[in-house]
RNA sequence: CGGGGCGUAGCGCAGCCUGGUAGCGCACACGGUUCGGGACCGUGGAGUCGAAGGUUCAAAUCCUUUCGCCCCGACCA
């Protein structure tokens, strides 16, 4: 391709709204434009780079059998009420209506479509397994698109689904998934892990996150660097660093005016992590007081999946029910549900006396309290692995895929029956994996760039190689670099060639800038000697090679 | 949805507080010089100052409403 034919409109500055690296490179080095929140325009170089990385997608999948398939975006609501999903989700659905008044949604995945396909058209356990899989546009009202590509309202998504008789199969087609995934990232170039989630609103039990460590990411990750254990924070579990063991006899101590942990903490010249955190909840059944250590963060969702539904009681509830003010409540002494952390099961601490001004010292669990026990913190960085015991690292990660164990949550609301071996009718097994081909995109130039701007992985650049003939005025470089460009392309080596009549420093800029790996510059001085330079867009090393062996040279490589 | 910020030329910004002819840099067009890391000189084109309403002799500037975009949080198949 000729520079000076394909539209790549580089900016010299970034936009002020741009923040994440990935956001910033893109739009300078003319891969993408915003049209509105959330919706992006690819521009040719930044189709390209999805092509490469949806290109592996499918070989991939198709190497474990899949088959691609393509599905309307444009759905009838009838089957995502039946699924009652129509109802469970609320905003982020785009909904509307046909001109006969229908109610319709613009499909923000495919579990209903393709378990209404399978419904239809899979009946004998001789029909199963099937993969089907489509690279297709998903749209979502997000409700705060942000960093470029990265959280986008409409996107394109890989998404697989896998049609089981049994379980084992269903095991098989997980694991298969699993493993075409990490081919598929690695072969992106991207650095990336695989951990438990929670599989959150699409059902099922089992489900993995494939993530991509990056400070730009939304999510966070606790890894164990000795036993492998890695989770999302949403779900993993850890143990805080025990306290010294202290014996204190029980006592009330004057504290007044002092109510965060952090004031009694200061006052009583004690470590946060000898205090018990009382949080009073409400919900569906009444109060629910929670307890955590002084130095941790309740878990929403932990505590949710114990107490269900909840949202923190007010201050005057807290006076109703506890008969004292928020910064004094602690545990002993209540009649209502508790349910604590189990770091709190050891040893001694220090709590609110439930009396105004006063905190109560030498509170031992099981003794002065009883509580359910259950872990409901945040896990963060240093508390120990459940698994092994040694330190946990926390991670910002990009989410670039997941995979779930549906089971039969949308085969049995959509009827998706199969017979067996023996006449029997039995539910289809249902698995679905999803990758975000923008997000590889993204997530490989957060990892992979420098001050001069993006260093693509080989296998997802626009193109394998750019030349560079400098000066476009001067003969001999015109004729070496257009009988380079037919070689290469010859060689089928995808070659950019900067043809443009411009200065040689605009062309080392926007080189550095689009990230094709290697650079090929043809400079004057050298072609008089009959070389070239091949430099490495990556460590800016450069070597100098007869023209004649340059051809060689780079596909060989 | 809650909190914060910003809308002035394609991009980055100044001007707004204290109302009085809309500016700078880059980009763009033309001419000349230059030509291995975003050249220089000269000339030129380009703006409903996000929109609507109000105050005023006069509004980019003050007031009200509204729309859009970004960031933090909530939410997130």
Known sequence: MRFSKMFIPTL????????AISHILMLRAGYVRQLASGLYIFLPLGWRVLGKINAILKEEME???????????????????????????G?????????????????????????????????????????????????????????????????IMKDSYSFDASEESLEKNYRLHADAYHRIF????????????????????????????SPAGEDEVATCGSCGYSANVELALSSPVKNEPVDWALEEVHTPEKRTVQEVSNFLKLQPSYFIKSILLINNKGPVLALVRGDQEIHEKKLAKIIGDHRPARKEEVKEILGVEAGFIGPVGHKIRIVADSSLKEGMFVSGANKQHYHMKGIRAEREF?????DIHIAKSGDSCIKCGNPLNIE??????????????????????FLDENGQEKLIIMGSYGIGPARIAAAAIEQNNDKDGIIWPK???????????????????????????????GKGVEVLM???????????????????????????KNLKEGLLEIKDRKTKESVRVKIEEAVEKLTRA
């Open 12 to 19: 010299r500055e970034a936009p002020a709204d741009a923040e």
């Open 63 to 89: 190497a474990i059998g899949a088959q691609e398939i393509s599905m309307p975006i444009l759905h009838p609501a009838e089957i995502w009420q039946q699924t009652g999903r129509w109802n469970a989700i």
């Open 91 to 155: 905003d982020e659905m785009f909904r509307l209506k046909d001109r006969t008044d229908r109610d319709m949604c613009l499909g923000m995945t495919h579990e209903e479509i393709m378990t209404w396909l399978a419904s239809r058209e899979i009946r004998s356990y001789r029909d199963l397994p099937q993969i089907w899989y489509q690279i297709q546009t998903k749209l979502r009202d997000e409700a705060r698109p942000k960093s470029g590509v990265l959280r986008t309202r409409e996107f």
């Open 186 to 213: 690695e072969r992106c170039g991207l650095k990336f892990m695989m951990v438990e989630s929670d599989p959150g609103m699409m059902g099922g039990a089992t489900s993995h996150e494939f993530m991509a460590p």
């Open 370 to 374: 009883s509580a359910e026990w259950a």
């Open 396 to 417: 910002r990660v990009i989410e670039i895929g997941n995979i779930f164990k549906l089971g039969t949550k949308y085969s049995s609301a959509l009827k998706a029956f």
């Open 459 to 489: 296998s997802i650049a626009p193109f394998d190689v750019e030349l560079l003939p400098l000066n476009m005025n001067d003969a001999k470089t015109v004729e070496v670099a257009e009988g380079l460009y037919k070689a290469l392309k």
């Open 498 to 524: 900067d043809d443009r009549e411009e200065r040689a420093g605009v062309k080392f800029k926007d080189a550095d800038l689009i990230g094709i790996p290697t650079q090929i510059i043809l400079g004057e």
